[in-house]
């Protein structure tokens, strides 16, 4: 028997486009071999033999994907929170990320992250880890045990990093090589992921080799773009051969469905067309791009273009690595930006930003982020019934409440990745 | 013996000033008959016979005064997030308030909202009502009885309400009377405060007669100002005689030191200066400006004039009831300001935040709001030891890592307002 196969039943919510949410109060989603069979009013008869988990009148929503997360910065998260992007880059970033050289910090730290993040909403998520090789395996080794599915990155950078924090071009490349040969098939549910740090942090011709093993290994790209005013006049001095920032990518081939950008906040018409027509993912990073002083990133026009788009906590330039609180704020930063920068665009609606979380990040692992029959079957089981009011709520709208309120109140109780159970404890 | 002396040994941080932070490692706060007889790195033999409560490691800071909150909004925090001001209020906040004539809904919303904020790290707040007098009281008994100090407002609204939620003039200043009649002597810590709603709900007649109220009665004073662009517009076609918005509440005498008034995002350089010069409070209500579009603040501006600031959550236009969540929010939308609107005005620190959510909203009442000798001893006690990382930090370092990350592991342990401890169960 199939251990892999069950039935949750509970007060389900899953969006069937980016503006419309599916609610069924007292529904069944039903998992079949890892996948999703769909949600049901009543449980059809041919799943009546299934194991169920009776969540009562618990929140069932699909698993969250964090697309865009920095394993090692997680331990300065709400520190240094004075500084814009190449200054703290280089006051506090560099600094702490050159502590993973340390495999025994490494090893501190990484379990930190590795075991809230698996208490989180998080279900999936694309990290950035550190240059170090060794590290970069620790974080994998604990991030599958874990049981959530995930893409890291060893980082690329042979320029602009300091002292302790820039490779040698060849050694970068050499190293990446002998990263992706220790972790090929080592892990179930854990990828590596090229990762160029940044256009400033990576030479042309180590742009160029990190390409070269992309295609030849068939493997996904993540990196930063347009993120903030200053970065992008660095590029455009530092290649003054492309024709925006994001020609500094593809011009190397690294752009494409199976890379994420994150932040685009800077992106003209020239470089949203390119990641459009790329299908290039950008990863929103609300609060990072707040707290940075970068700016906010015009979602509203990605999402009417029809791109991929998805959220990221970005941790550390953003403090706080719930999903919820990414959403929230995707909600509020995009009200800002339609007052204070371009009335043109409309603010994203709530289940805008659920379906950012789920499904539009989601699909960058696959058929990901839905409930829908034929998605993998990543969910999680939410207790609202500490967040109190005296009003009678519907399903969707204590959902809202759930993404404003998840902190003040909410709960986690249960979450699956392809239909494994994670341990909360 | 009083047992409202005692002592608590911890790890000690108050603003010494808007910028610094006096932070004592292993420090003694004490405090004597309620108030503070100073932080000392070694107890004072004058001291010792005094109680103590060793809190360890635990951070103690000043207790924190939310000065603009809308009690009979709790009830529906977190939902309706679509709309701007004058939308939200008819659409959301007005039918929502206009159950509040029904005691028993009253009875259990303000229920759920005074255990909710006896919990929280607020220990002072100034209060809005509603236009109801029995539901007003109502929530005066429960928060009197939460042991927090607070202001609370009964609302007047003569224009614009709606039909079930508008005044006669007359009937409204005399059920403030009768409110005021009824209230008078019955608190320790629970007081009124004249809360005309704001100037579209308020005719000139009833202001003046909440003015003279006030003025007779020696009554403090709150309501809102230039939160939105279409309430300033309206507010310049119902009072053409005006000089700015807030000369609509100045020409009855309404500002002044003992005056909160909430916003301030679009005051001008007249309004800034009235503002100013009557020594009025600004309630700076940063998630709730952005979760309805408003706009944000000037906050350094006013800091640099010297003005008296506050933050306030807002409670719902704000959905989060933290008053750290309002910090971070705080600082956030300072930075964005900073970029997108005004480059001349710096973001605001972290320090900052902090003494705006201690010593900058809490002298509304009184000495209130640090740790220095001669304040009203509030103080919270935190514990930070699940906010996990692999570093070592001093005491600033993890109070500013608790304000971005208490929703995510932090701790209320202990709160005390003018010495009394307060129930957290």
Redesign the interface.
């Known amino acids: 028997m199939d251990t892999n196969s069950f039935v949750l039943k509970g007060s389900v919510c899953y969006n069937t486009s980016p503006q419309e949410v599916r609610c069924v109060e007292g529904g069944y989603a039903v998992c079949v071999d890892g996948v999703s069979a769909g949600v049901f009013e009543q449980l059809p008869e041919r799943f009546a033999a299934l194991p169920l988990v009776d969540c009562g009148d618990q929140l069932i929503v699909p698993g969250m994907s964090d697309i865009h997360i920095h394993a090692p910065q997680y331990?300065?998260?709400?520190?240094g929170?004075?500084l814009e992007l190449l200054d703290w880059l280089n006051t506090h970033t560099f600094p702490e990320e050159a502590h993973y050289a340390d495999p025994s910090?490494a090893e501190?730290?990484y379990d930190?992250f590795a075991s809230?993040l698996r208490r989180s909403p998080t279900t999936r998520a694309v990290v950035f880890g550190t240059m170090h090789v060794e590290a970069t395996e620790l974080l994998m080794d604990k991030l599958e045990a874990t049981g959530l599915a995930t893409y890291v990155g060893k980082v690329n950078m042979d320029r602009n990093g300091g002292e302790n924090l820039e490779e040698d071009t060849a050694q970068s490349a050499a190293d990446t090589r002998r990263w992706l040969s220790d972790v090929a098939d080592r892990y179930d549910r854990t990828a590596p992921i090229i990762t160029p740090r940044f256009t400033p942090s990576v030479t042309d011709e180590l742009m160029a080799q990190l390409a070269d093993i992309a295609r030849e290994q068939h493997l996904p790209v993540q990196s930063h773009l347009s993120e903030n005013p200053s970065e992008c006049g660095w590029v455009k001095e530092l290649c003054p051969w492309s024709s925006c920032y994001g020609d500094a990518y593809d011009h190397f081939g690294l752009l494409g469905p199976r890379t994420v950008m994150a932040h685009c906040i800077y992106s003209d018409e020239t470089e949203t067309e390119l990641l459009r027509a790329t299908g290039t993912y950008v990863a929103h990073c609300p609060?990072s791009n707040?707290?940075?002083?970068?700016?906010?990133a015009p979602i509203r026009r990605y999402l009417d273009l029809g791109m991929n788009v998805g959220l990221g906590t970005d941790v550390a330039g953003g403090?706080?690595?719930?999903m919820f609180?990414c959403m929230?704020d995707a909600?509020?930063?995009s009200?800002?930006?339609?007052?204070?920068?371009d009335e043109s665009l409309p603010?994203l609606?709530?289940q805008e930003a659920l379906w950012l979380a789920t499904a539009g990040g989601g699909s960058f692992f696959g058929r990901v982020g839905s409930l829908a029959e034929g998605y993998e079957f990543d969910a999680l089981v939410l207790d609202d019934s500490k967040?109190?009011?005296?009003?009678e709520?519907g399903v969707w709208?204590r959902l809202?409440?759930?993404?404003?309120?998840a902190?003040?109140g909410g709960s986690l109780t249960r979450k699956y990745v392809s239909g494994r159970q994670i341990d909360l404890s």
Request: aromatic fraction near 10%; proline fraction near 2%; avoid cysteine.
């Open positions: 331990a300065f998260r709400g520190l929170m004075d910090y501190r730290a930190i809230d609060q707040a707290q940075l002083s970068s700016g906010i403090a706080n690595l719930s609180r929230a909600v509020a930063v009200k800002l930006r339609w007052r204070l920068v603010a609606t709530t967040i109190r009011t005296p009003r709520l709208e809202e409440r759930y993404v404003y309120l902190e003040e």
